[in-house]
């Protein structure tokens, strides 16, 4: 794996989001206490297109799940994507 793909700290790995991450994150994007600052839960006929955004990013664009690293377990997402006006990134977090 690149190094961009995962990334390590003591009690958390944050990898690369995947398909095996698609149950989860469709729990979170419709999870409106998860969402609150974001727009709101994304509504239900959007959330497979919405999943397919975050593992199909860009070459210079990520998108990663963070797990903890003792259990495995997902805790939330953080992505670095470019902005809706296509000129800036932006970093956007999930728990």
């Keep these: ?54 593992l199909d990013v860009g070459p210079t664009e990520f998108v990663w799940t963070v797990r903890v690293r003792k259990i495995a377990s997902p805790i939330g997402l953080i992505s670095v994507t470019k902005h809706k006006d296509g000129r800036d990134f932006e970093l956007s977090y999930q728990f």
């Excluded at 995962?6 to 998860?34: C, H, P, Y």
């Design 1 to 54: 794996m690149d190094s961009k793909d995962t990334l390590e700290t003591e009690r958390l790995v944050l990898a690369k989001a995947s398909w095996f991450d698609a149950l989860f994150i469709l729990r979170m994007i419709g999870n409106e206490t998860v969402r609150q600052y974001l727009g709101g839960a994304v509504p239900l006929r959007r959330r497979l297109s919405v999943i397919r955004s975050y």
